[in-house]
């Protein structure tokens, strides 16, 4: 690729900021929207919330012609072009749940070239001759979201997803995109392979999403321990993931019995009521969402704080997938799994089931690394991200294993022992064979290899069977072996395995826990870190949001999300300079909502003793009326608001030293009852003292605005 032109990273910033209000590019971003502005294709890899959706936007907005979005869920779809359109992008979807008229107001507009991007299901493009229609029309490029569902090594195929190969031949000039979150090093190679992408520059930035917590527990009275969990999150959004439809609706009743906003999702219900459980859940009128794995990948909810799987999931890759629905704001969340040996029982049950003997092979092989990984004695996320080919170079502290750490010992010599007889049974077999010829089993199929001759034959039959595998699902975590799906799942050594082959490095290894379902361990829950004094704000803040787009019809995250709050809360912006400044405020933003926050922020400031440098935009409207000598009613219906918060604006005047006078403001009796009310408890009045001995049609913004002013 050849280098970008300083003019193009400078206009690339400048929508960045303008139309999304980021500060700056995370890592290869700004590479992969340069390429594309060129004409070139491109693979991305980016986990969960690491921003993949700029990579094809920006550069939609910076080319000729509309950018086409191919995304498999139709709620997804809605989601983004809502947020889009709050940012001023011209962004539309065709799908099958358009009315008549309404798909045809989008082909009209994508043919009047009044869209900049297009999103679009994959049954959609390539069928009903939407392709010919394309020939007329200028692309800018393709972008193909969730792209792991092209291929048969990924978790979620979708035998549709496989015809988008025919995009680049039919259009050869067409920059293409393909992005996912879940891929491994297999799924990766098919994905290019099946959507011809072979001069496409792969972009992978790693699986680690830092702000998780994984943590997993032994299943034990599972609805106590997820109540326990819960009890501790109220007020906070998350998902519980169970297997069964049944166990959905089982565990969604019991919540709300004991008082949880929640409500059950699965396939089996009518789409109607699915979509009216989702659309409560990203309003933030439910607090928990129930469901099997038919919910969520739509879900652009960014302030999921936590994600429960009740029952074991089948690979790790929906598990990444699963937990990765939380903290896609980047801020403090949890994972928490319930693990039971039944739940293994049950999923080998469903996979015996499948009638094609590779795809079963495939499917057990991915269980078996789901079942280390809830086994696991070292740093979860090492583990996790092992599993896609990513190595961390020290441990997370942040998950179970590395809070609660377990007992060391040094494995130096059984460690060289499970490599030896690796490297001795020719790297061709898989562990169980090789942990057989460790202990010395007495099989056929041994004597018939002539496995029994071997120089690490039976060299390990001072320890059990668990024992041994757990050491080498240690040694395959931290990257000693590898285990070759594509190969039978047999054992491989990596180079890091010499060293410690030849005794030039030490290793020490976690011994296995000994199972108590009834120890209780005492970790801090993770929380969004705010300041004592920037909570109260953060709340009223949130409030707001809700209010606002509740009126709108939206939800919240679409006006802000927790992450730019939390910076509005910490950096409490005066200005519209100041606003425009904090991460995720663009100028479509700052001229909707902005006065509505700045005023917020300024009130919450005066209240608290933190005087805000001038007044702010709505203040100013405000005081203008005040000066123009209209009353608190008059003020209200002109600003068009309610008579509590224009109360509220005018008493920020009156701390920020302009000259309100509240009796030209109220009505005349009633503001010489307060003022009589005041001058009878004088400087000792407090607030509950002069509300109580009020009557009730003096309202409590009516106090507030005397009481300010006297």
């Known amino acids: 690729?050849?280098?970008?032109?300083?003019?193009?990273?400078?206009?690339?910033?400048?929508?960045?900021?303008?139309?999304?209000?980021?500060?700056?590019?995370?890592?290869?971003?700004?590479?992969?929207?340069?390429?594309?502005?060129?004409?070139?294709?491109?693979?991305?890899?980016?986990?969960?919330?690491?921003?993949?959706?700029?990579?094809?936007?920006?550069?939609?907005?910076?080319?000729?012609?509309?950018?086409?979005?191919?995304?498999?869920?139709?709620?997804?779809?809605?989601?983004?072009?809502?947020?889009?359109?709050?940012?001023?992008?011209?962004?539309?979807?065709?799908?099958?749940?358009?009315?008549?008229?309404?798909?045809?107001?989008?082909?009209?507009?994508?043919?009047?070239?009044?869209?900049?991007?297009?999103?679009?299901?994959?049954?959609?493009?390539?069928?009903?001759?939407?392709?010919?229609?394309?020939?007329?029309?200028?692309?800018?490029?393709?972008?193909?979201?969730?792209?792991?569902?092209?291929?048969?090594?990924?978790?979620?195929?979708?035998?549709?997803?496989?015809?988008?190969?025919?995009?680049?031949?039919?259009?050869?000039?067409?920059?293409?995109?393909?992005?996912?979150?879940?891929?491994?090093?297999?799924?990766?190679?098919?994905?290019?392979?099946?959507?011809?992408?072979?001069?496409?520059?792969?972009?992978?930035?790693?699986?680690?999403?830092?702000?998780?917590?994984?943590?997993?527990?032994?299943?034990?009275?599972?609805?106590?321990?997820?109540?326990?969990?819960?009890?501790?999150?109220?007020?906070?959004?998350?998902?519980?993931?169970?297997?069964?439809?049944?166990?959905?609706?089982?565990?969604?009743?019991?919540?709300?019995?004991?008082?949880?906003?929640?409500?059950?999702?699965?396939?089996?219900?009518?789409?109607?009521?699915?979509?009216?459980?989702?659309?409560?859940?990203?309003?933030?009128?439910?607090?928990?969402?129930?469901?099997?794995?038919?919910?969520?990948?739509?879900?652009?909810?960014?302030?999921?704080?936590?994600?429960?799987?009740?029952?074991?999931?089948?690979?790790?890759?929906?598990?990444?997938?699963e937990t990765g629905r939380a903290g896609r704001d980047g801020l403090p969340s949890e994972a928490l799994l319930l693990y039971g040996a039944q739940d293994v029982v049950t999923a080998r049950r469903l996979i015996d089931n499948n009638q094609n003997p590779e795809q079963q092979r495939i499917e057990v092989h991915k269980l078996n690394a789901m079942v280390a990984l809830a086994e696991a004695v070292t740093c979860r996320r090492r583990v996790l991200l092992g599993y896609f080919g990513e190595q961390l170079e020290q441990d997370c502290g942040n998950c179970d294993v590395c809070l609660d750490p377990p007992e060391r010992f040094d494995a130096t010599v059984d460690a060289q022992k499970a490599l030896s007889c690796v490297y001795r049974v020719g790297q061709r077999f898989g562990i169980k064979h090789v942990i057989d010829v460790l202990r010395g089993a007495d099989t056929e199929r041994i004597r018939s290899l002539g496995h029994d001759r071997l120089s690490t034959y039976g060299i390990g039959s001072d320890k059990s069977e668990p024992e041994w595998l757990s050491i080498f699902r240690q040694l395959i975590h931290l990257g000693y072996l590898l285990q070759d799906i594509a190969n039978y799942s047999v054992l491989k050594l990596t180079p890091a395995a010499r060293p410690l082959l030849r005794g030039e490095i030490p290793l020490q290894l976690a011994r296995p826990r000994i199972k108590e379902s009834s120890k209780k361990t005492k970790r801090p829950k993770a929380a969004i870190a705010l300041a004592a004094n920037e909570e109260p704000l953060f709340d009223e803040l949130r409030q707001l949001r809700k209010s606002l787009a509740d009126a709108e019809g939206k939800p919240p995250y679409i006006v802000f999300g927790d992450a730019t709050l939390v910076q509005m809360a910490r950096e409490k912006p005066q200005t519209e300079q100041d606003l425009l400044n904090i991460s995720g405020v663009g100028q479509a933003k700052l001229e909707k909502y902005g006065s509505d926050f700045l005023d917020a922020i300024s009130v919450w400031c005066m209240h608290n003793g933190e005087q805000a440098t001038e007044l702010t935009p709505a203040l100013r409207d405000t005081w203008n009326l005040v000066q123009q000598g209209l009353d608190l009613d008059a003020i209200a219906s002109a600003r068009g608001q309610n008579l509590k918060d224009t109360a509220a604006q005018l008493v920020a005047l009156i701390d920020a030293g302009q000259a309100v006078f509240p009796e030209r403001l109220i009505a005349p009796r009633k503001y010489q009852l307060i003022e009589s009310v005041l001058e009878d408890f004088g400087s000792e009045a407090d607030w509950q003292t002069l509300r109580d001995a009020l009557p009730p049609l003096v309202a409590d913004h009516e106090i507030r605005l005397v009481w300010a002013g006297w």
């Open 1 to 321: 690729m050849t280098a970008a032109a300083p003019d193009l990273s400078t206009a690339i910033h400048q929508t960045l900021q303008k139309v999304y209000g980021y500060p700056g590019f995370r890592p290869q971003q700004q590479q992969i929207i340069e390429e594309l502005i060129q004409g070139e294709d491109a693979f991305v890899l980016m986990p969960t919330g690491g921003g993949k959706s700029l990579c094809y936007q920006i550069p939609a907005l910076h080319r000729p012609g509309v950018g086409i979005v191919v995304s498999p869920l139709i709620s997804l779809m809605k989601d983004q072009v809502d947020a889009l359109q709050a940012n001023g992008v011209a962004a539309a979807f065709y799908n099958s749940s358009l009315g008549s008229d309404a798909a045809r107001e989008v082909l009209a507009r994508l043919h009047n070239h009044e869209l900049d991007l297009l999103y679009i299901s994959p049954e959609r493009l390539v069928s009903g001759g939407f392709l010919e229609r394309l020939a007329d029309i200028d692309i800018a490029l393709f972008a193909i979201d969730e792209a792991h569902c092209v291929s048969q090594w990924g978790h979620d195929f979708r035998p549709e997803y496989a015809a988008l190969g025919q995009l680049r031949e039919r259009f050869a000039d067409i920059p293409i995109i393909a992005l996912t979150a879940t891929a491994d090093a297999q799924t990766r190679d098919d994905i290019v392979r099946v959507l011809n992408l072979h001069h496409a520059t792969r972009h992978v930035t790693g699986f680690d999403r830092p702000n998780i917590r994984y943590t997993v527990l032994e299943k034990h009275k599972p609805f106590e321990q997820l109540q326990a969990f819960l009890q501790k999150r109220r007020g906070e959004a998350g998902i519980v993931y169970a297997l069964s439809r049944r166990k959905v609706e089982e565990v969604a009743d019991k919540l709300q019995m004991n008082g949880i906003r929640a409500a059950a999702y699965h396939a089996g219900f009518p789409a109607g009521q699915r979509d009216q459980v989702q659309e409560r859940f990203l309003k933030d009128e439910l607090q928990v969402v129930v469901a099997t794995v038919a919910f969520g990948m739509g879900i652009d909810k960014p302030n999921v704080r936590f994600v429960v799987h009740y029952d074991l999931p089948k690979h790790i890759e929906g598990y990444y997938q």
